[in-house]
């Protein structure tokens, strides 16, 4: 989940999801993918979130060293990120 730093445009978070849409595409260990603005129900929310599975840790790892992954984080989101916050967890 992000927060936005001030200022952040809607042009600029649309670009954040045309973005995130590539990857699926591009990285094939992800097995479902969807993320998007705030629904704006309860104040003090984040702003976006993503919300990625995977069929393994190994496949997780793979998306997240991808290096067009981290080029997106480096040019894309951490420009615009002011908090970040996320977790990883395991289905049984």
């Known amino acids: ?3 936005w730093i001030e200022g ?3 042009a600029q978070v649309q670009f954040v999801t045309d973005s995130l849409n590539t990857l699926p595409s ?14 704006g129900i309860n104040q003090g ?7 990625a599975d ?3 840790v190994e496949n997780y790892l793979s998306y997240r ?3 067009v992954h981290k080029q997106l ?3 894309v989101l951490a420009p615009l990120i002011a908090s970040r916050s996320a ?6």
């Not at 591009?26 to 629904?39: K, V």
């Not at 929310?45 to 919300?51: G, K």
Request: proline share 7%; glycine share 2%.
């Open 1 to 3: 989940m992000f927060r």
């Open 8 to 10: 952040t445009t809607p």
């Open 26 to 39: 591009i990285i094939h260990e992800i097995s479902r993918y969807q993320h998007g603005p705030d629904a």
């Open 45 to 51: 929310n984040f702003d976006y979130v993503v919300v």
């Open 54 to 56: 995977f069929a393994s």
């Open 65 to 67: 060293d991808h290096p």
């Open 73 to 75: 984080i480096a040019d």
């Open 87 to 92: 977790v990883q967890y395991l289905l049984d």
